[in-house]
Every structure is written in C-alpha cells, then in structure tokens.
C-alpha cells in the first residue's frame, strides 16, 4: 500500500502538478482487486475533470490498476510480488518493520503521575499501560525514550493524610492506611475549621521539611517514612504490570525552579499580580486565569508543572515530549502552556498533551478518591484473574496482563471506556486472550512441523492466504500511522483484524501435511513474527501455550 500509495501521489504531481494526499484502503469485496482509492472523485472539483476521465487519466501510467464507477481507481497485487514481500519479511523482520523516523532523537514520555501519600487507582493503571504502549511505539521508530513520572511529594494532599496519621501514631504503616487517612483528612479539611487551619500550617511545615531536608522531628520521620513507602509501592506495582521508568520527577524538586522562573516572568510582564497573588491572564487567549503563586508566596500546580518542562529540558534537551493525563486536565495544561510559550516557544511546540476519559464499570458508575469509592488499580488485575480463574481455571500472568492492557489499549484514547472484566478474558472475542490464543496456535503449527521452512516460490495463493499475506504486510503503515498519531489502538485493532484473518486461513488452508507445506510455514512464521511484534507494542507477552 505504502508503495502504491507513494506511485500515485507522484504521478499526480507530475500530471496535475498538484500535491494531494492519496487515501488507499483495501478494495472492497465486491471489487476484484486488492486496493482501491476514490482520488480522481476527490480530484474532479480542482481539476474540472469527471472523475472517471481522471481515473482513466491515471490508469495509463500503471500496469496493475483498473477503473470502477463512478471514479474510483483499483489496483491488483501481484502474486509474485507478495511472496516476494513476505519472504523479505522472514529473511529480516525487525528491518522492514521499523521506520528509523526517530533516530537519533529523544522523546521523554511523562506519564502515570500519582502523588506519594495516595493509592493507585485505576485511572492510574490506564496512563500507565497507554503511556508504556506509546513509548514503545517511539522505541520502534528509533527514539531514545525517556520514561518519566511526576508526582506530588508535597503539597495540600499530603497534609491531609499527615494530619490524620499523626493523631493515630502507626506502628506498622501501610499503604492502605495512607489511603483511609487521605480519605478522613479530606474530609476533615472540608469540614472543621479547626482541622482547616492546622492541616494548612501543616502544608507549610512540610515544604520547609523537603525543602531543608529536615529528619529529626516526629513529623519529619513520618513525613519521610510515608515518602518512601509510596516510592516502593509504586515501583511494586510498575514491576507487576512491566512497566519501567527512567526518571521520578517529585513536585518538591522543580517547585524551586518554577517558583523562580514565575517571579522573573512577572517582572517581565508575562504573569500578573493579583489580590497578592501571582497569575496568567489566561483570557487574552481566550483560555481561564490561573493561580501561579498563592497569597502566601507557595507555588501551586502551575509553578510545579513550569518548573517540571524547564527541568525536562535541561536534562534532556528533549526533541519531542509528550505528557498524558487525564481529560480533565485539558484546561489546565492549555494556561500552563500557553504561559509558557510566552518566554519559551520552543519547548511548548516541542510538547504534545495527550488526554483520556474515566474509566468506568458497566453500569457507568463514577469513582472518586476523595470520597475513597474509587477502583484501585490492583483492584482491576485482581478482578481479571478471578475472572480468569472461574472461566479457564487459569491463573497465568501473561494472560492477565493481556487481558488487562488491551482492554484498556483497543479503545481510541479520549473518551469514557467501559472496562467490562468478563469481556476482557473471552477467548472468542476482541480481547487480550484471544491474541494470545492465535499467536499460541500459530506456534503450535511451527512446533508439530518437521519439515524445513523454505521462501514462497508459489504465487497461486487461495483467498484466505492471499488475504492474510495482505494483511500482515499492513503492518508497517499502521505502526506508521499508529507513531505519528500516537495512537495505539490502531496497532490493537489492527492486531485483532490480523488474528480474524489467521483464523480463516487456518481454517480453509491446511498447513502440515499438505503439499505446501514448507512455504505455507513462512507465512506462519512471518504472522507469528508480526503478532509478536505487535503485542511487544502493547506490552504483551506470549506464553509458550494456552
């Protein structure tokens, strides 16, 4: 497709002389072809011509290409060709398969993001998994990736829950203590006076413990003791669920930085004071007006996140950085931005902010942490391994990580997702599960056969095989695709339409035994490969069997 595609866009250019974007997709099934575009339809208003005309027009500079009513332009691959591609694919996959788009240039990747003092709840576990999956998709274009985690290490939250664990003097602190206490403090903030007061002075005093490094008092100790706790804990869980990270941005190291550079700015016109605070007059962009500096002098949110993009420079000198949250930060980061591109251009067009909804249970029930009804995100793997266990008498983590990740990375990021447990272990359906089924099966042919696997010769495919070989070689375009967009649900919808595909040629192609045998095991070989490939995207791995 890639090179029809390319063939087209310059015959236009040499015809027309006019750049146009040509969309080819795969013809549809009531048209005797492999790949089809409607261009000359799209091409007719600029160029005054029928359609047709145009598609006649086109036709005579390719030997393979046909015309259908009312304008479309049809193309036919080859035989040949497609064993030819294959085989090369087999010879040397990971060469055909990675653009280099990105080499020799760093991305760093920030994502996750929890706050020490907090759990992880599910929305964590859904950057985690998406954040990990775009990294990966940059790794394969050649980038140096930097996998980077920001978190609140000070700030309003962690007085709340210090408030609370210091009228219970702990032993043996755990993390679920610290959640209940983040739970109470809240609400104690919200609705004693008293508490109020203390809980803010509180604030100040821990920003004075991190910022000093003080260790002697009983709160320093706690203070330190909880940090600590929350660092291991989410190291645990990253391990659990394979993702790695390369850098811990806590607030408490950039807050210095965006406290400083805030202050310079506002000599400098680019922030304002306001009722003794320090803000960005959002509304000249037509964006909000946001707090910097609060009456008391503390940098909030926004001097944090200031201070973090100026941090991520100077250790990286980044070519591309990319910041997930979640949508309810849109907003937000559009002020932070928009204030910073006023003294630093270039990082703000070097940034790209990526969003995603709630995730929900069936039923669209809503969590909140505040109230403490929220999904943990150990929650979510403990729900797919019941449910894997009462479905399969299973309890293999490949398997629950499968289940888990593509449940959340089949969904276009940005809207609401439905996270239905019991669909997500179906080995029948669009699931993790049966990816992995597939790709077990396909290994399972390899593995019974004794013959030598040998180069396609024949080019007399049946359609099932002809359809599969077209399929797998998708596969680059739709990383391609996938990199640039950042986007990669197109590789888990392109993965399951793959296992679709192998599942027809399995079932209408007979492989051991039959008089192809050694040629129909390299396209066996090459969807394994590809399967792999892309579940490695996706941070999945393949059991040896199922």
């Keep these: 497709m890639e090179s029809i595609k390319s063939q087209l866009e310059q015959t236009i250019k040499e015809l027309y002389n006019l750049d146009f974007d040509v969309d080819l997709t795969p013809a549809p099934e009531n048209i005797p072809a492999d790949y089809s575009t409607n261009a000359p339809l799209k091409l007719a208003k600029d160029l005054h011509k029928a ?52 080499a020799g240039k760093t991305v760093i990747c920030e994502f996750s993001d929890p706050n020490p003092f907090k759990v992880l709840h599910v929305g964590h576990l859904y950057t985690s998994i998406v954040g990990d999956a775009i990294s990966r998709l940059f790794e394969n274009a050649g980038a140096k990736v930097i996998r980077a985690n920001f978190g609140g290490d000070v700030g309003l939250h962690v007085a709340k829950t210090m408030y609370v664990l210091k009228q219970k003097s702990l032993e043996e602190l755990t ?20 508490a109020h007061a203390e809980i803010t002075n509180l604030n100040k005093e821990i920003y004075k413990i991190n910022a000093e490094d003080l260790h002697d008092t009983d709160t320093a100790k706690l203070y330190w003791r909880g940090r600590e706790l929350s660092y291991d804990y989410f190291n645990d869980f990253y391990n659990k669920i394979g993702v790695k990270f390369d850098r811990y941005y806590p607030e408490s190291t950039v807050a210095g930085l965006g406290l400083r550079t805030v202050k310079e700015q506002l000599e400098k016109g680019v922030y304002e004071l306001s009722d003794g605070a320090t803000i960005f007059n959002g509304e ?21 996140d200031v201070g973090l993009i100026l941090t991520k420079w100077q250790d990286y000198h980044f070519d591309k950085s990319v910041v997930i949250t979640g949508s309810e930060q849109l907003d937000y980061m559009k002020v932070v931005l928009k204030s910073i591109e006023q003294f630093e251009p270039e990082l703000v067009a070097k940034t790209s902010h990526l969003t995603h909804g709630l995730v929900k249970l069936p039923g669209n029930v809503k969590m909140s942490s505040r109230k403490g009804n929220f999904l943990k995100a150990v929650d979510v793997l403990d729900m797919i391994k019941d449910e894997l266990k009462t ?18 990375l089949k969904y276009k990021m940005g809207g609401d997702i439905i996270f239905d447990p019991k669909e997500s272990v179906k080995m ?32 007399d495919f049946e359609p099932a095989e002809k359809k599969l070989i077209k399929k797998i070689l998708e596969y680059k375009s739709i990383l391609a695709e996938a990199t640039a967009e950042m986007a990669p649900h197109k590789v888990a919808n392109y993965l399951y339409e793959l296992a679709q595909d192998f599942s027809r040629f399995y079932e209408n192609c007979q492989v051991n035994g039959c008089e192809k045998e050694s040629e129909r095991l390299t396209l066996v070989r090459v969807y394994l490969a590809t399967m792999t490939h892309g579940l490695n995207i996706l941070g999945i791995n393949i059991p040896e069997e199922m």
């Design 284 to 304: 000249k962009f037509g964006l909000h007006t946001r707090v910097f500096i609060n009456k008391e002098g503390v940098p909030t949110y926004e001097a944090k």
């Design 51 to 102: 359609p047709m005309v145009i598609a006649e027009e086109l036709k005579g500079k390719f030997d393979n290409a046909e015309v259908s009513a009312p304008g479309f332009l049809n193309f036919t691959i080859m035989g040949s060709e497609l064993a030819e591609r294959i085989n090369a694919l087999g010879h040397d996959f990971s060469a055909h398969v990675s653009s280099g788009e990105y």
């Design 428 to 459: 029948t359906g669009n699931s993790g599960p049966y990816l992995l089924y597939s790709a077990v099966r396909a290994k399972k042919i390899l593995n019974k056969s004794s013959s030598k696997i040998t180069p396609i010769e024949s080019t």
């Design 391 to 408: 479905e399969y008498n299973s309890e293999d983590e490949n398997v629950i990580l499968a289940a888990t990740k593509y449940a959340f």
């Design 175 to 194: 993390i679920d203590d610290i959640a209940r206490c983040y739970v109470e403090g809240t609400a104690v903030y919200d609705e004693d006076e008293a």
